[in-house]
């Protein structure tokens, strides 16, 4: 485990470069929410027609499925190394649009509300955009294949110790946010 944490502190910065570009892109859209703006209400009608009529158990196992998707997605299409970033910029643009949208409609408290929802599930998406950051970066090592490898095994365990418990969690309070708040 202590390897683990040894890969982790290794990776700081990929996570903070992951954690930066969220953070704009949710601040830029929270001030500026008009770009993709049919796209993303798209997005939430079809998510709110999906889990529509879903008891309890049915929401959170699709929760949990759709974020250990992009989580896994994240990581693998880090091989690419710009996913990870367009990934980020992605997920931080549409949260700060959707916050915005919450704060006009229902005042600046719904924003607590809201913050549960993400204290495990954004700390799940930077480390799991990290880790893949960090996988594409396997093309400027001089021996390719020991990185790659070294990396692949490395973020599999982080997955599977770090950030597929912290989806769990993840989807337990969003489930719970969202079928007691119906």
């Not at 954690?19 to 796209?39: D, E, N, T």
């Not at 970033?85 to 809201?114: P, R």
């Not at 396997?138 to 973020?155: P, Q, R, W």
């Not at 912290?166 to 969003?174: D, G, K, P, S, T």
């Amino acid at each position: 485990m202590n390897k683990l944490f040894q890969y982790l502190k290794e990776l700081r910065y990929y996570f903070l470069i992951i954690a930066i570009l969220f953070v704009l892109a949710g601040i830029f859209s929270f001030i500026y929410p008009v770009f993709f703006k049919q796209y993303i209400f798209n997005l939430i009608q079809e998510l709110g027609n999906k889990t529509s009529g879903m008891n309890f158990f049915e929401l959170f196992i699709f929760i949990f499925k759709n974020n250990l998707l992009t989580s896994f997605m994240g990581v693998i299409l880090g091989i690419f190394t710009i996913f990870p970033l367009i990934i980020a910029l992605f997920n931080g643009y549409v949260l700060g649009f959707v916050s915005s949208l919450a704060v006009k409609s229902s005042g600046g408290l719904i924003l607590l509300k809201l913050l549960p929802h993400g204290i495990f599930e954004l700390p799940a998406l930077i480390l799991s955009l990290g880790l893949g950051l960090r996988l594409g970066m396997f093309i400027l090592a001089k021996n390719k294949k020991k990185d790659l490898l070294y990396n692949l095994k490395n973020s599999f365990w982080i997955f599977v110790y770090f950030i597929i418990p912290l989806l769990i969690i993840a989807a337990l309070i969003e489930s719970l946010g969202i079928f007691f708040w119906k």
